[in-house]
């Protein structure tokens, strides 16, 4: 069946340190991926998305995002984290249908 | 700016209830979903639709019906509320053209069933 994991559930950080989150998902084919973010009483917002070209995605926020086709893999990268990043951090795969399969989210705290 | 507008942030209702859940999106997008989030299990699908009157199940659909009598409004039924129906319910819309087109969310209604 199809899947999407996120291994990190909850990851604590302090301000300017390096953030990469996890994503895997279940079997290659052709793939479209996500990630999304949700700010605390927020709405779910893209980041940023790769379906072509390439592998290196850069996004909003200083976000980027490298699809390893090999590794069935989409992490999620930031050099230098802020304190306003702390969110809840979604990573979703569409295999060319209309359906997004998400992952369950990783929780990032941020402290200043 | 795509606009997905749902109808409340916060219900309660009672068991055995029926409930409805109302979305409507301003972008003539084909696509429409419902999703429950909750802690632990990031979102899941309930249902999506990708024309008028059309309608798939997605992958928790036990429960709960859906209705789209026109393309700007998606509504999620909840046919006889449970307790075990409290969530964070997300609607959001696609436009239909390929699945590397993102989806655009709603603020959710965070409902509570008594």
């Known amino acids: 069946a199809q899947s999407v994991s996120q291994h990190n559930h909850h990851v604590i950080l302090s301000e300017a340190a390096s953030l990469e989150l996890g994503c895997n998902y279940s079997?290659?084919?052709?793939?479209?991926l996500f990630w999304y973010v949700q700010y605390p009483g927020q709405h779910l917002q893209l980041l940023l998305k790769?379906?072509?070209?390439?592998?290196l995605v850069k996004g909003i926020k200083g976000f980027e995002a490298e699809f390893i086709k090999s590794k069935f893999s989409f992490n999620l990268r930031k050099p230098s984290v802020q304190w306003s990043d702390t969110a809840e951090y979604f990573c979703a795969v569409n295999w060319d249908t209309d359906k997004l399969i998400f992952g369950t989210g990783t929780r990032l705290q941020v402290f200043p | 700016d795509v606009k997905v507008t749902q109808s409340s942030r916060y219900l309660v209702k009672r068991t055995g209830e029926k409930v409805f859940l109302e979305c409507v999106q301003d972008m003539d997008h084909e696509n429409m979903f419902w999703y429950r989030q909750d802690p632990g299990l990031g979102l899941r699908l309930i249902y999506f639709?990708?024309?008028?009157?059309?309608?798939e199940k997605g992958d928790i659909p036990e429960g709960y019906s859906v209705s789209r009598e026109k393309k700007e409004r998606f509504s999620l039924i909840l046919e006889s509320a449970s307790t075990n129906q409290t969530s964070m319910y997300l609607c959001a819309s696609r436009p239909l053209t390929g699945g590397g087109q993102p989806q655009h969310f709603g603020d959710g209604t965070r409902l509570s069933i008594l």
């Open positions: 790769y379906f072509s070209g390439d592998p």
């Open positions: 079997y290659g084919g052709t793939v479209n």
């Open positions: 639709s990708y024309d008028v009157k059309m309608k």
